[in-house]
């Protein structure tokens, strides 16, 4: 049975990351480090990425590794996930579709002993993924000039964590992560006269790490009922990756052409980074919770092309701190029961994010999101009632993403996980 899932998991895995294609296509995703990713696992894409105060048994929790503590005895979870979208973008009463799919992550929780549960998996931090055209009339006699723009790549985590319950309602923990990844930006400029054409060419290779540290409270209020708090701390470091800039102006006339490179050393960084969660939990019937987080990116500077002095340098005030606010609920009216609609999970969640980069000296677009979802336990031959099987989990999410005079995206988007529930740790009695 282990190896039959191990291989089953990783076939899943390897099928995703062959066949999925970029699911960002944001314009947005040029500014910063990228499109930042949601670090939240199936279970909580249907409450809008709720968790910092989530304790259950029976699911991984990578947004505090606190509750890893509440990991079931018995159990190995394995957690895998994909997601497609479809973003609408209008500008200036023009509008475009564009579509993607994207494999998400793949996370393993088990109990390593008493009071201690341990995770590991690969988790995106962040994606880079755009290509627009844009064309200005100047006059008659220097014509039209036009700037493509284009950028791939983003950073991936690959994790390890572990979580303690220090005492009945304390739990503490720790996820530490390498970090590594890419990042590719070109602007190439043409003209129909006589102008020369310009390129910008931004690049980056990153390997470093990630340190984040979580507690909860959990605080029982009655036998079913129980109160929660989650709190998370997340290192903020530089990122010892170089920022390359390479121009090239190239004359239209004689098609030679003039390079100059420019490197930043150390150019990047990532934020402190702070999350407070509170839950209420009745029995394995319902939870409720609503998570706050702030990331300090205004205290980062951020390589950029200075047009004027004609110089790639670190500037302040292209990042600002960002806020997010989730709430979410999730449902399911009888585990135990033989009507399989009564085990099913119902989830919904709403919430509110401010941007981490300015456009063009103005804040970039907030995001307005609202999602639903499902779990729809699996049987299996080894436990048919009850919450050790495995799990399908579908939800669909809405992110409205607008501000003044500024692209404004509406993203409807898929995502499907599956949790693996298997008892490797079982001892089995023959009488």
Known sequence: MKKTSICTILLLA?????????GSKSPYSQYGLGALG??????????????????????????NPASYSAIDSLTMLFDIAMAGQVTNYKEHGTSVN???????????????????????????????????YTSQFLDNTNGTIGENYTGSGGLHQAMLGIGWRVVKPLSVGVNVAYLWGKQNKTVS??????????S??????????????GLQWEQPLSRKDALTIGATYTLGHTLNA????????TN???????????????GFAIPHSFGIGLGYSHGESLFVGADATLQKWGNIDYPDYDAEKGLYVKKSGLLKDRYQVNVGADYVPNTMSRNYFNRVHYRVGAGYTTPYYKVNGQDGPKELSISAGFGFPL???????????????????????AATDLITENTFRINIGLTFNERWFAKWKVN
């Open 189 to 198: 400029s043409s003209s129909t006269t006589y102008i020369n054409s310009l």
């Open 200 to 213: 910008k060419n931004y690049n980056a290779l990153f390997n470093s790490y990630n340190v984040q540290v």
């Open 38 to 63: 949601d670090q939240s696992q199936s279970f909580s894409r249907g409450m809008n990425g709720v968790g910092l105060a989530l304790r259950k048994g029976n699911i991984s929790n990578t947004l």
């Open 14 to 22: 390897v099928a995703l990351l062959a066949n999925a294609q970029p």
């Open 98 to 132: 564009a579509k993607g799919a994207t494999f998400e992550y793949i996370v393993g929780t088990f109990r390593l002993r008493k009071n201690v549960g341990m995770t590991f998996g690969i988790l995106p931090y962040s994606t880079i993924d755009y290509e627009y």
């Open 252 to 266: 239209s006339a004689t098609s030679n052409r003039d390079t100059t490179t420019f490197v930043v050393e150390n």
């Open 379 to 401: 049987q299996n031959s080894w436990n048919v009632r009850g919450n050790m099987k495995p799990v399908l989990h579908i939800s669909a999410q809405w992110t409205r993403s």
């Open 242 to 249: 170089n920022a390359n800039c390479l121009i090239i102006n």
